[in-house]
């Protein structure tokens, strides 16, 4: 690092020099979304100001339109963009510029370097906005000024996109920034007037903001007048039937910082008691970082048009936390701080009144869009399963939306609705059965699903991590109650015939003795052995109790690191399997015991567990063999 009086040469962070190199050439095929990124971060930079000067408005500088400005220079090879919103001083430059400060960074270049077809969109959830400058420029300058500081606090950052950039302090009579692109040879296109309004016009009309650029005369010679290119008006106060599917779609992308269009959207006004207007959209993909959910996301918040501030999460549950968009209400003040805003009835209204709104315009696309449905559930669905938990008032709603896999079409595509499993039970059937599992392929093959095959009752498969801790939320849907089919005592009600009742019955007391030896062998590693009636074909199987966390839960708890009770189970043996009617028959009890050991962990293994001593339990299988064998 170089360093005099007011000059340093800085490196990249290792990401960044990453992301520089893969936006280049991922985007380059789109170059001209660079301006629609440098406009939006100038838009975000004056609103910004704005909200801060609602309680310091000697932040104004005696300057209170705020506006962006576009300029070109043919001869010095130059496309400028100019905003006089919040400024940056040099330590917020080193942050915004110099760094990507996430803690998701490593797994999302792990992601792009995984699916190099998808770079461009992964790109475009990351939100690296400002980098887009190098898809067009070699060299790119910025200077900036925090608003509030004197001129002598201006800040000059310069790179290449080669590693390294430098910092300066310099002059800088105006607070705002001011970003210069020095473009390359092959970036000719963008040192044309026609062809920057265009841009202008087709991805930032809806910036609420003016834009402006230098009026020119017929011969396509500057004037000495400015004048606004875009419509400068908030987009979301127009009428619906006013704005073009094309205009909602390039707002969306400036209120997202997202590259791609989204799912969908909805546009409402409320009129009343309250009077505000939301403009709320579901994006297409998750962003990288979804599952952080200390961070918060994109519900932009304004009063009368005004920027108050972002990511107001008074105004949106944790659970919904994918929306993007604006809440502009007629009624809050414009000094609404985010304290006022966590006891505030008209707060309270709002988010109710948006959470309705989401949930209903979801189950109308599940109706109406099936696929587009499908493809909202994969990018959302592990969010959305948070609901439960977390709103009360909604919960049937919630549930509701959610898909799952099932015996029924034998397939891990989530696609099974509740209301479709209900109209499916059978006659006398009043439960809706579940099962939970660290995999498709664990749930699908479970032997708790034997007899449920055998008679046809189709059984949801969960096995996404959320879904254990999720299903502890909901006791019923639709008044139908939901049972674990790998959990307490099996009770099938009408659905179980008196005959199986009474052999299962009989054979209890036919196994008694068996059932004694076995628990001795076991003690400490399960709560009692039993007969089982839900057992067809494999030999065992463990049953916690109904209150009790799933096996293959209480394994990933511990592999994360958390203390988890020791929890022990119900070991269920299959009275009509080969090997526990052989294990009736043997005397010697060293045999007796690796037989009983081994019923117990295949059963374990089954469930996903984990054995204490893995190479005790091959020894055990090889000695079983060479019985076998002799």
């Not at 841009?199 to 809806?206: A, Q």
Request: one cysteine or more; proline letters at 3%; aromatic letters at 8%.
């Amino acid at each position: 690092m170089t360093v005099d009086a007011h000059k340093e040469t800085l490196s990249f962070q290792t990401e960044v020099k990453q992301l520089l190199q893969l936006m280049i050439h991922s985007l380059y095929s789109n170059k001209e979304i660079f301006l629609r990124e440098l406009i939006s971060n100038g838009s975000d930079a004056c609103d910004k100001l704005r909200f801060e000067a609602l309680s310091d408005d000697a932040l104004y500088e005696g300057e209170t339109d705020l506006k962006l400005r576009v300029d070109f220079d043919p001869e010095a090879r130059t496309v400028t963009v100019t905003d006089n919103g919040i400024g940056m001083n040099r330590q917020e430059v080193m942050e915004n510029i110099g760094t990507i400060a996430s803690s998701g960074t490593r797994k999302f270049l792990e992601a792009l370097s995984e699916d190099q077809s998808q770079t461009a969109q992964l790109i475009g959830q990351f939100g690296v906005g400002f980098y887009s400058s190098f898809i067009v420029a070699d060299k790119v300058t910025v200077e900036t000024r925090r608003a509030g500081l004197g001129a002598e606090h201006g800040v000059r950052w310069e790179s290449a996109g080669e590693g390294e950039y430098t910092l300066e302090t310099v002059e800088r009579p105006e607070r705002g920034t001011c970003v210069t692109l020095h473009l390359r040879e092959d970036a000719e296109e963008f040192l044309d007037d026609f062809r920057l309004r265009n841009i202008i016009k087709k991805y930032s009309d809806h910036i609420s903001l003016p834009i402006l650029m230098i009026k020119r005369d017929e011969e396509g010679k500057p004037t000495d007048e400015l004048e606004t290119v875009n419509k400068a008006s908030a987009l979301w106060t127009r009428p619906r039937d006013a704005i073009s599917d094309e205009e909602y779609t390039e707002f969306y992308k400036h209120v997202a910082h997202d590259f791609e269009e989204p799912l969908s959207w909805l546009h409402n006004k409320v009129e009343g008691t309250q009077s505000y207007t939301t403009l709320f959209y579901i994006p297409k993909r998750a962003p990288f970082d979804l599952y952080d959910r200390d961070k918060r996301y994109g519900i932009k918040l304004y009063v009368k048009r005004v920027f108050i501030m972002d990511d107001a999460e008074q105004l949106m549950p944790n659970y919904l936390r994918f929306v993007r968009g604006v809440v502009d209400s007629d009624d809050l003040p414009l000094n609404v701080s985010r304290e006022i805003l966590q006891r505030n009835r008209q707060i309270d209204t709002i988010r109710n009144g948006s959470v309705k709104k989401i949930l209903g315009h979801l189950e109308k696309l599940a109706k109406d869009e099936p696929e587009k449905y499908s493809e909202f559930w994969q990018a959302f669905g592990n969010v959305l399963k948070e609901g439960p938990a977390e709103d009360f008032g909604n919960k049937e709603k919630i549930a509701k939306l959610f898909r799952f896999a099932s015996t029924h079409n034998d397939s891990d595509v989530q696609n099974v609705s509740l209301d479709e499993y209900i109209e499916r039970m059978q006659e006398k059937q009043e439960k809706i059965y579940y099962i939970t599992a660290e995999s498709y392929a664990a749930a699908k093959n479970s032997p708790h699903l034997e007899l449920f095959r055998k008679k046809g009752i189709e059984v949801l498969l969960m096995y996404d991590r959320v879904d254990e801790w999720m299903m502890s939320f909901m006791d019923e849907y639709n008044g139908k109650p939901f049972v674990s089919v790998a959990k307490g005592a099996l009770d099938l009600g009408d659905l179980e015939d008196k005959e199986e009742k009474e052999k299962a019955e009989q054979a209890e007391k036919d196994y008694q003795s068996l059932l004694e030896r076995m628990q001795k062998v076991l003690e400490g590693k399960v709560k009692e052995v039993k007969v089982s009636h839900r057992l067809t074909d494999s030999p065992s199987c463990l049953v916690v109790s109904e209150n009790d966390m799933a096996m293959s839960m209480q394994k990933l708890l511990k592999q994360a690191g958390h203390n988890v009770p020791n929890i022990e189970p119900v070991l269920e043996i299959n009275p009509d399997h080969g090997l526990v009617k052989r294990l009736q028959d043997v005397d010697d009890d060293s045999q007796f015991n690796d037989w009983a050991l081994i019923l117990f962990e295949q059963a374990m293994l089954s469930e996903g567990g984990q054995l204490e001593d893995p190479v005790a339990y091959v020894s055990r299988v090889n000695r079983m063999l060479q019985e076998l064998s002799g």
